[in-house]
T-cell receptor, first 114, second 114 residues
């Protein structure tokens, strides 16, 4: 398995500002993902963070709104830009690791936008 | 389109009893993975159990077992000897091989009555 940490664990932000969420893994992994979980909902994949190249975004998500960096095999950031109250969600980082094609998740970042 | 359906928004069970959570999925693929994840109020997403579609034997992890019916596209989770710590949201997820993207059900909230 992989141990994943996220910073911050929660934040309250003002409309129009941006927040960068960090994801750190305790081992090198090829596949890293960012999910959004809106209140009372299931998970929605935002993008796959690719090391050394641009992230691959899912339908409905764009780089200008959710820029992602992946400078190495253990670290990634997700920025939520120009926030609105609709961006209030839990944002989760996950990795595929362990040799069993399983995904492991970070503890999540709870974002509230006022 | 590939979809995952959890028809029970909420289930409750008496402590020490057995409960079964339902999951059905729709796919034309023959090779894939199925997972059950648990998300307690701490919001940490925890892998409970996984099943490879090519395996006929149902997966078991301690008190957790699945009933995998490939022809019926059904993947239910049985929790035996329910404990208070089992209270959480449970999500069923499907992953076609070799894609790493998970397709999620809407979740079932499990309540344990002491």
């Amino acid at each position: 398995s992989a141990v994943i940490s996220q910073k911050p664990s929660r934040d309250i932000c003002q409309r129009g500002t941006s927040l960068t969420i960090q994801c750190q893994v305790d081992s090198q992994v090829t596949m890293m993902f960012w999910y959004r979980q809106q209140p009372g909902q299931s998970l929605t994949l935002i993008a796959t963070a690719n090391q050394g190249s641009e992230a691959t975004y899912e339908s409905g998500f764009v780089i200008d709104k959710f820029p992602i960096s992946r400078p190495n095999l253990t670290f990634s950031t997700l920025t939520v830009s120009n926030m609105s109250p609709e961006d209030s969600s839990i944002y989760l980082c996950s990795v595929a690791a362990g040799g069993k094609d399983e995904q492991f998740f970070g503890p999540g970042t709870r974002l509230t936008v006022l | 389109a590939q979809t995952v359906t959890q028809s029970q928004p909420e289930m409750s069970v008496q402590e020490a009893e057995t409960v079964t959570l339902s999951c059905t999925y729709d796919t034309s693929e023959s090779d894939y993975y199925l997972f059950w994840y648990k998300q307690p109020p701490s919001r940490q997403m925890i892998l409970v159990i996984r099943q490879e579609a090519y395996k006929q034997q149902n997966a078991t992890e301690n008190r957790f077992s699945v009933n995998f019916q490939k022809a019926a596209k059904s993947f239910s989770l049985k929790i035996s000897d329910s404990q208070l710590g089992d209270a959480a949201m449970y999500f069923c997820a499907y992953r076609p091989t070799p894609n790493y993207q998970l397709i999620w059900g809407a979740g079932t909230k499990l309540i344990i009555k002491p």
